[in-house]
C-alpha cells in the first residue's frame, strides 16, 4: 500500500527509497501525486514534534485519520485501516487528503479481495482528485486487482475517457498515439477540408440539377451537371468513410498502447530470484512468451534448448505462461498480489525510477542476472494480458500462442502454437548486430 502522510502545513517527501526498505521492508512504493503541478512522492512519517501542543492537539482530522489507518494497516489490522480512512473522507477533507484516503482504502479492499469496491474507490480518486492512472499501473501491491475483471472494466473506462473518470489517462495515451502516427492530424484536416469543399459544391449544384430535369431554353446540360453533383456526393462519402476509418485505427492503436503499457508493467522473477518489471528489461532481451498447457509449454522449452547458444546471442528469454496457473496460485498475506520477498526487491515507481532504469550500473547487473529463462510473478495478470491481446488479434482466447517481443518492449509478431526455434535463430539479429541496435 502506498504510505501518506499529511502534516499539518505540508506534505513531507523523501526520495530516497533505499531508507524506506530498512524502515519498512513491505511497503515498496508509493504514492505519486500532484501538488503544485508536480510529481511528490508521499511516504508516512512520524506527525510527532517536540514542540507544545495546543488544546486542540488530539482533536479528529482527515490527515490523522490517514496517518491513523496507515498506522493500523502496518501492523495487519486492516479491517480497523479501512475504518480511518472511510472517517476522514466523511471529515471534509482537502482534494490530496481525499485522494490519500480514497487510494489507500482501494489497497485495504484489494488486500482482502474486493475488487468492486476497490475499483470503486480508484473510479473517485481518478474522476474527482487528479489520481493519475499509472499510479494503478505501476503498483505492485495492486497486483490481483490488476488481474480482476473490474481492473479491465477501470481501464476501459479510463481509456475512453469521460467525466466520472477523468481525461487524463486518454489524453496521455493520444499524445503517444499521436508520436506514433504524427500525419494523422493532417489527414484529417484534408479530409474535413475537401469535405466541406465538396459540400458546398454540392449545394450549388442541387439546384442546377433540378433545373436541368424540369427543362428549358436556359437550363443546364442534364448529364453534366448530374455527373458533377454524383462526384461531390461521392467525394462527401468517401472523404467521410476516410474520416471514420482513420478513428477506428486511432481507437485500435490507443488500446494497443494501453496494452503495451500493461505489458511493460508486468513483473518477472529473474533466475537470480529478483523481481523486475519487464519494462526495465527493455534494450537488454528480447522476451518470447509462450502460453499454453504445461505439456506444450514444457516441450517447446526443451526444443528451445537445442538452440540455446543461439537464442541467447541473439537476446532471448524464455517466459513461459501455463493456462489456468493463475487460478490456482495462493496470495500470501503479506503484501497485494506479491510475496514479502518479491515486494522488497521490486524497485520504487517514479521520476527517479526512469533515472536508474537507464543508469548503466543497473543495466550491467540485469544484463549479469538475465539467464535463458524467467519466471512470471502474478500469472493471473499474465493471462489476463495475453487473452486481451488474443482478442485484438481474432485469436480464440486460451489457444496455445507464442509471442515475440523487440528490444524496445513492442510486440514483435506471434502465432498459434510454439514457435519455430530454427527460423526464429534466422529471423533475429544476434546483439551486436546493427539491425539490433536499430531496433533499440
Known amino acids: 500500500m502506498a504510505s501518506l502522510a499529511l502534516n499539518q502545513q505540508q506534505l513531507l517527501c523523501f526520495s530516497s527509497s533505499r531508507t524506506r526498505a530498512k524502515t519498512r521492508p513491505w511497503l515498496p512504493h508509493k504514492v505519486t501525486l500532484l501538488n503544485s503541478g508536480k510529481k511528490v512522492h508521499i511516504f508516512q512519517v512520524s506527525c510527532s514534534s517536540s514542540t507544545s501542543q495546543s488544546p486542540d492537539a488530539n482533536t479528529q482530522t482527515a490527515e490523522s485519520c490517514v496517518n491513523l489507518g496507515l498506522s493500523l494497516f502496518s501492523k495487519g489490522r486492516v479491517k480497523d485501516a479501512l475504518v480511518q480512512f472511510e472517517t476522514a473522507l466523511s471529515l471534509d477533507p482537502n482534494p490530496v487528503e481525499a485522494q490519500a484516503a480514497l487510494y489507500n482504502k482501494a489497497c485495504c479492499h484489494a488486500y482482502r479481495g474486493e475488487g468492486k469496491k476497490a475499483a470503486d474507490c480508484l473510479r473517485t480518486a481518478l474522476g474527482e482528485y487528479n489520481l493519475k492512472f499509472s499510479t494503478i499501473l505501476n503498483d505492485p501491491d495492486l497486483a490481483s486487482f490488476r488481474a480482476l475483471p473490474e481492473f479491465k472494466e477501470l481501464q476501459e473506462e479510463a481509456r475512453l475517457g469521460g467525466e466520472d473518470i477523468g481525461y487524463g489517462f486518454r489524453r496521455d495515451l493520444k499524445l503517444i498515439s499521436e508520436v506514433q502516427a504524427p500525419f494523422r492530424g493532417v489527414r484529417r484536416f484534408f479530409y474535413v477540408a475537401f469535405g466541406a469543399a465538396a459540400g458546398i459544391s454540392t449545394f450549388f449544384t442541387i439546384p442546377r440539377l433540378l433545373s436541368a430535369i424540369k427543362g428549358g431554353d436556359d437550363a443546364p446540360d442534364l448529364w453534366e451537371t448530374a455527373g458533377n453533383a454524383a462526384i461531390n456526393i461521392g467525394g462527401i462519402i468517401a472523404l467521410a468513410a476516410l474520416f471514420f476509418w482513420d478513428n477506428k485505427k486511432e481507437e485500435e492503436q ?187
Open 254 to 440: 490507443i488500446a494497443q498502447i494501453s496494452r503495451d503499457e500493461t505489458l511493460s508493467r508486468l513483473p518477472l522473477r529473474l533466475s537470480t530470484n529478483r523481481v523486475v518489471e519487464l519494462v526495465q528489461l527493455r534494450d537488454t532481451v528480447r522476451p518470447v512468451i509462450l502460453a499454453g498447457s504445461k505439456e506444450t509449454v514444457s516441450l517447446a522449452m526443451q526444443k528451445a534448448e537445442r538452440f540455446r547458444t543461439e537464442l541467447l546471442r541473439r537476446g532471448v528469454l524464455l517466459v513461459p505462461v501455463i493456462w489456468g496457473e493463475g487460478k490456482e496460485t495462493q496470495v500470501e498475506k503479506k503484501g497485494f498480489g506479491v510475496s514479502r520477498k518479491a515486494a522488497t526487491a521490486l524497485p520504487s515507481i517514479g521520476e527517479d525510477f526512469e533515472k536508474r532504469a537507464q543508469s548503466i550500473i543497473v543495466k550491467s547487473k540485469l544484463k549479469a542476472e538475465i539467464r535463458f529463462r524467467a519466471e512470471v510473478v502474478s500469472p493471473a495478470e499474465w493471462e489476463r494480458w495475453i487473452r486481451d491481446q488474443q482478442k485484438s488479434e481474432g485469436v480464440t482466447p486460451g489457444e496455445d500462442v507464442y509471442i515475440i517481443l523487440c528490444l524496445d518492449g513492442r510486440v514483435r509478431r506471434s502465432g498459434k502454437g510454439m514457435p519455430d526455434w530454427q527460423q526464429m535463430v534466422k529471423e533475429l539479429p544476434p546483439m551486436e548486430a546493427f539491425l539490433s541496435k536499430l531496433e533499440r
